[in-house]
């Protein structure tokens, strides 16, 4: 083992990355706190200066990944698709399969420069976590209960509020409502036998309602869909503690763009597109598990 990779185990090291970044996000939580005095005056701006700090934040878990852990991600698409990154607003659809999904996601928006100008539609309890929660909400995060009587209203509010957003934003979604695990996946297919659904292998079944949701809400803002299914090379099971002490993963993330006016108006079609592309994300992954290699015509080292 070299001096790096033995600092990379060291709990006191940990400790003052931890420290680094905690005492940073209270900065930053703090500096957007100020900055809420420009809302009435310039609303476009203070959301500028939001995305920078956000940015301040988050790139230091990118560079975790990145720089720290030496995971590599590789990008499978098709040219056209990449030639469009950073360039335009786009709902992700993102599998929830892994502890650090959200990090690979991330790294792909630092690299296309949206970084600090994504969304997500989070659940309410994060919006109570230190730093994250709070960086969020000065970020105009859509928060929810996951109970969609309750959700309604909420939803439909803070994803109309972002359709004059100034910066290309990215919003993503994890369908499936939750990590997939042996458990959810066999109560998620009982499920979907009672509705009379396809059976999923890799995935749990999507929920529909926050995606024809955002897709009704934000028509005439975002440009596509992005249909992201990432994996790991060798069957790995990655976390961020692995990601702490160093330890390197190899991910891909195969990309797909669907133009928005490709997705249904109709909120009952819309929720069957959305089943039929999970449909389609399993023979994705199904692929990836037999070649150890996404389908694409495009490959880039993030």
Request: glycine share 6%; hydrophobic share 40%; charged share 20%.
């Amino acid at each position: 083992m070299g001096f790096i990779a033995f600092l990379k185990t060291q709990f006191i090291v940990h400790l003052l990355i931890g420290f680094v970044f905690v005492v940073s996000g209270l900065i930053i939580n703090f500096i957007q706190l100020c900055t809420l005095v420009l809302w009435p005056i310039n609303k476009q701006f203070y959301r500028r200066v939001n995305c920078r700090l956000a940015y301040s934040l988050w790139s230091q878990l990118v560079m975790l990944l990145e720089w720290w852990s030496g995971t590599e991600c590789t990008l499978f698409s098709d040219e056209a698709t990449v030639n469009t990154f950073g360039k335009e607003h786009v709902i992700i659809i993102l599998n929830h399969n892994f502890e650090i999904d959200f990090l690979c996601g991330w790294t792909m928006t630092e690299r296309f420069g949206v970084l600090g100008s994504s969304k997500v539609l989070a659940k309410k309890e994060l919006l109570y976590v230190p730093l994250i929660g709070w960086t969020w909400y000065f970020l105009e995060i859509v928060f929810c209960k996951r109970k969609w009587e309750e959700d309604r209203e909420t939803v439909i509010k803070g994803l109309k509020r972002l359709a004059d957003y100034p910066e290309y934003m990215w919003f993503l979604l994890y369908c499936e409502g939750t990590r997939f695990t042996e458990t959810k996946h066999r109560i998620s297919m009982e499920v979907a036998e009672s509705k009379g659904l396809p059976k999923l292998k890799y995935h749990l079944l999507p929920r529909t309602k926050g995606f024809t949701t955002a897709v009704q809400c934000l028509r005439g803002t975002v440009s596509a869909v992005y249909d992201v299914t990432l994996n790991f090379r060798g069957n790995k099971n990655p976390s961020l503690l692995g990601i702490l002490y160093g330890k390197k993963y190899e991910a891909d993330m195969c990309v797909r763009r669907f133009p928005l006016e490709d997705i249904p108006q109709d909120e009952k079609e819309a929720a069957n597109w959305l089943h039929k592309l999970y449909q389609e994300k399993v023979n994705g992954f199904s692929f990836f598990s037999f070649f150890q290699n996404f389908q694409g015509q495009y490959t880039e080292e993030l």
